[in-house]
């Protein structure tokens, strides 16, 4: 398997981590302010997360290549 395929699946990985995660967050938020949202709000909730999720590990894949190899010298 190839680098780009390897950087593709965890930019699809934080996608799915982030949407999950932007969905439980917008249930509990509303829930906390007693705000019912709906299934629609809960939808956006997801949709934001998997967008900060996506663009985060993308950022993150991205930058990793610009990084120099970490040296450990031994005692």
């Known amino acids: 398997m190839d680098q780009y395929s390897k950087d593709s ?3 699809w990985g934080g996608t799915i981590l982030g949407a ?3 969905w439980l ?3 509990r938020l509303a829930a906390a302010y007693a705000v019912n949202l709906g299934p ?3 939808v956006a ?3 934001l997360g998997a ?3 996506a663009m985060l590990t993308k950022k993150i ?3 990793q290549e610009d990084m120099p190899p ?3 010298e031994e005692l």
């Open 45 to 47: 909730g997801g949709l």
């Open 51 to 53: 967008v900060a999720g």
């Open 40 to 42: 629609w709000g809960k």
């Open 25 to 27: 967050g917008a249930s």
């Open 70 to 72: 970490v040296e450990i």
């Open 20 to 22: 999950t995660g932007g």
């Open 61 to 63: 894949v991205s930058d």
């Open 9 to 11: 699946l965890v930019v």
